[in-house]
T-cell receptor, first 112, second 115 residues
Framework: DQQVKQNSPSLSVQEGRISILNCDYTNSMFDYFLWYKKYPAEGPTFLISISSIKDKNEDGRFTVFLNKSAKHLSLHIVPSQPGDSAVYFCAASAYNNNDMRFGAGTRLTVKP | SQTIHQWPATLVQPVGSPLSLECTVEGTSNPNLYWYRQAAGRGLQLLFYSIGIDQISSEVPQNLSASRPQDRQFILSSKKLLLSDSGFYLC??????????????FGAGTRLSVL
């Protein structure tokens, strides 16, 4: 079953505007959430994370928001830059598990 | 600092041939190790993970197997490749799960084409 879902396969935004990528999960045991960025033919690189005890984490242009009651998290990129164009994966893990579940990814295109 | 090496970067193999992909981690001990596959246009599918030497958990029944002969070495194998085994294979590592962070760090990946 797909415990982590990214329902938007692609997103296109103008340079300088905000990019909002969304992710939903079903497993209430998940307590740590991550966003990875992936360029073609490369491995994903860790971008930002958030623990379930928080509802917001900010790192420069990147902010992750967590809504536990809705089982929803989002990644905001402000301002968006052409170099942000990549596939973004949402991931989640549970305290008592060693593995991690990934969403299908959202391809972000930032147009100059 | 920790680094993860995965090779080869690209591999073209005929149907029915064997497969061996290797992954090694440096700069850490007793890591968790993972093999993922990304099929074309799809997300990351966890294939195997290992919490220690010779301790392998399989997520999906398939034509592949994994082994961990040494603490920081993880090998993905197949005796006979199928066309459906084509994809982008990724190795990853993480520290042992504890309260708080559980971040996986990925290798550069292997593009496998089975023809």
């Amino acid at each position: 079953d797909q415990q982590v879902k990214q329902n938007s396969p692609s997103l296109s935004v103008q340079e300088g505007r905000i990019s909002i990528l969304n992710c939903d999960y079903t497993n209430s045991m998940f307590d740590y959430f991550l966003w990875y960025k992936k360029y073609p033919a490369e491995g994903p690189t860790f971008l930002i994370s958030i623990s379930s005890i928080k509802d917001k984490n900010e790192d420069g242009r990147f902010t992750v928001f967590l809504n536990k009651s809705a089982k929803h998290l989002s990644l905001h990129i402000v301002p968006s830059q052409p170099g942000d164009s990549a596939v973004y994966f949402c991931a989640a893990s549970a305290y008592n598990n060693n593995d991690m579940r990934f969403g299908a990814g959202t391809r972000l295109t930032v147009k100059p | 600092s920790q680094t993860i090496h995965q090779w080869p970067a690209t591999l073209v193999q005929p149907v029915g041939s064997p497969l061996s992909l290797e992954c090694t981690v440096e700069g850490t001990s007793n890591p968790n190790l993972y093999w993922y596959r990304q099929a074309a246009g799809r997300g990351l599918q966890l294939l195997f993970y290992s919490i220690g030497i010779d301790q392998i958990s399989s997520e999906v029944p398939q034509n592949l197997s994994a082994s961990r002969p040494q603490d920081r070495q993880f090998i993905l194998s197949s005796k006979k490749l199928l066309l459906s085994d084509s994809g982008f294979y990724l190795c990853a590592w993480s520290v042992k799960r504890g309260r708080g962070k559980n971040i996986q760090y990925f290798g550069a990946g292997t593009r496998l084409s089975v023809l």
